[in-house]
C-alpha cells in the first residue's frame, strides 16, 4: 500500500495499533518507514513502539542505539510513559540505552535551564508592547520565529518561550496543559522582571497546540493580556463547552480582544474548528475576527504575513 504523506502512514499505524495488529504494523514500518526521511524521529518511535509489541527487544534496543548513533535522543517521558515500553522497565538493556538518551539530552539541552529567546525592537523602551509567542508541538521556540519576526519591525518586544515537555531532539511538545500553564507562567514572570514594556498593552499568541495554551490562558485570565492571536489554533474545550462558556463570559468582561487565523489548505479539522470557535467568541460578545489565508497550508509561509500584521494592529491597538 502506497503512502503519499507520511500522515497517511500515521494514520494507518494509529489503526493497526487501536486493533492490535502490530505484527502488520512492524512489517509496515520496516517496509515503508525509510521513504520519510525528515520524519525519521517519529518513524523510528512507531518501530521501536510495535517492535515492543511484539517482544522483539533486540529491534527495539537496536533502533535506539542507531539513533543515537546519528545523534537523535528521546526524552525521558517519552521512554517511561509509552505503553508500548511498560513491559521493558527495568530490563538492563533498555535502562542502558534510557540512561545514553538522558546524557545526550543533557548535553544538548539541560533539562532544567529554561530556553526563553527575547528579541528587542530599534528603539526599545518601556512603552514598547509585548508579544509572548507560543510554538507548535515538536519544534522549538526558535524554529517557528518567521511567525512572528516581522512584529519587531512593528516595535514590539517578541519573546518565544520554549515548552519543557520533549518528546524528542528539537520536538517539544505542550500535550499536558497543567504543566505547559505553569511553564508558560514561568517563563511569563521572568519577561516582567527582565524586560521593560508596556503593561497594558500585551498579547499572548500561538501556532497549532501553542494557540490552544494561549486561549486558554487568555481567556481564563491566568495572564494579564489584552488578547490572543492564534495561526492554525488547536480549539480549546472541546470536551467542555460548558467550560468554554464560562471562560467566555469572563473574557467578554476583561474586554479582550481575540484574532484567529487558518491556511486555506490547511486540515479541514483546523479550518471548521477555526470557524466554530469564531462563531462561539462572536455569540459571547468578544471583539475577534477570523481570516482564513489562500494558499496557506498549516505551516509557516511569507503568506501569512500580513495577516499577522493585521492580527497584531486589531488585538495590540492602544484604547
Not at 537523535?72 to 527495568?90: A, C, H
Not at 519591525?153 to 519543557?164: C, D, E, F, K, M
Request: net charge negative.
Amino acid at each position: 500500500m502506497p503512502y503519499e504523506s507520511y500522515f497517511d502512514l500515521e494514520d494507518h499505524l494509529v489503526q493497526l495499533f487501536q486493533n492490535k495488529n502490530f505484527e502488520e504494523a512492524l512489517n509496515i514500518i520496516a517496509r515503508e518507514g525509510s521513504k520519510f526521511t525528515e520524519e525519521r524521529p517519529v518513524v523510528d518511535y512507531w518501530h521501536m513502539c510495535a517492535a515492543a509489541r511484539v517482544k522483539n527487544y533486540p529491534l527495539v534496543i537496536q533502533i535506539a542505539e542507531n539513533a543515537f548513533a546519528r545523534g537523535m535522543w528521546y526524552g525521558d517521558g517519552l521512554w517511561r510513559k509509552t505503553p508500548s515500553f511498560e513491559s521493558l522497565q527495568g530490563d538492563p538493556d533498555f535502562e542502558r540505552i534510557v540512561m545514553v538518551s538522558k546524557t545526550m539530552q543533557e548535553q544538548e539541552a539541560p533539562i532544567n535551564e529554561p530556553v526563553l529567546h527575547i528579541h528587542l525592537p530599534a528603539n526599545h523602551s518601556e512603552t514598547s508592547p509585548l508579544l509572548v509567542a507560543l510554538h507548535g508541538n515538536t519544534t522549538t521556540a526558535q524554529k517557528t520565529m518567521p511567525f512572528w519576526q516581522e512584529s519587531i519591525l512593528q516595535g514590539w518586544v517578541l519573546a518565544l518561550p520554549q515548552s519543557n515537555q520533549v518528546l524528542f531532539k528539537e520536538a517539544y511538545v505542550w500535550n499536558d496543559l497543567e504543566i505547559a500553564f505553569a511553564n508558560v507562567q514561568e517563563h511569563f514572570a521572568q519577561i516582567q522582571t527582565r524586560v521593560p514594556h508596556d503593561k497594558k498593552r500585551v498579547i499572548i499568541a500561538g501556532h497549532s497546540m501553542g494557540s490552544l495554551v494561549a486561549c486558554q490562558m487568555s481567556l481564563a485570565g491566568i495572564l494579564n493580556v489584552s488578547g490572543f492571536i492564534a495561526i492554525g489554533p488547536v480549539i480549546p474545550y472541546l470536551d467542555d463547552p460548558e467550560k468554554l462558556t464560562q471562560l467566555l463570559v469572563q473574557g467578554r468582561e476583561r474586554n479582550l480582544r481575540g484574532y484567529l487565523i487558518v491556511g486555506e489548505k490547511d486540515d479541514s479539522s483546523y479550518i471548521e474548528g477555526s470557524q466554530a470557535f469564531f462563531e462561539k467568541l462572536q455569540s459571547a460578545g468578544i471583539e475577534s475576527k477570523l481570516e482564513v489565508v489562500p494558499g496557506a497550508t498549516h505551516d509557516y509561509s511569507p503568506l501569512y504575513d500580513a495577516a499577522f500584521l493585521r492580527a497584531l494592529s486589531y488585538v495590540g491597538r492602544s484604547e
